[in-house]
């Protein structure tokens, strides 16, 4: 079992940074692809970014290559999302997700997830 906590939302400016962490639970961390999501009120939630268990690999959603960089600690169970560049269409809950068998761009296949960190962008 595996809990996910976010944190590092918050108001910003358009233009500005912020820089998500989760936090997980439970010694499998590090088996596990790890993902960003994001939802906003009356849509589906969306593929932001994943990264594989061992960090070699990263995936982003095409609105968000270039401005966001994921990236893991597995000696602290830890994964970030630092997110530059940052407008108002990224304003969204953001949500952290675990699995070992996802299927990389979609939501399919994380076992675990947080319960979301709210990310607001001003214009």
């Known amino acids: 079992q595996v809990q996910l906590v976010e944190s590092g939302g918050g108001l910003v400016q358009a233009g500005g940074s912020l820089r998500l962490s989760c936090a997980a639970s439970?010694?499998?961390?590090?088996?596990?692809?790890m993902g960003w999501f994001r939802q906003t009120p009356g849509k589906e939630r969306e593929f932001v970014s994943a990264?594989?268990?061992?960090?070699?690999?990263?995936y982003y959603a095409d609105s968000v290559k270039g401005r966001f960089t994921i990236s893991r600690d597995n000696a602290k169970n830890t994964v970030n999302l630092q997110m530059n560049s940052l407008k108002p269409e990224d304003t969204a809950v953001y949500y952290c997700?675990?699995?070992?068998?996802?299927?990389?761009?979609?939501?399919?296949?994380?076992?675990?997830w947080g319960q979301g960190t709210q990310v607001t962008v001003s214009s």
């Open positions: 997700a675990g699995g070992s068998t996802v299927v990389f761009g979609t939501t399919a296949g994380y076992a675990y």
């Open positions: 439970g010694r499998a961390f590090s088996s596990y692809a």
């Open positions: 990264i594989t268990w061992s960090g070699g690999h990263t």
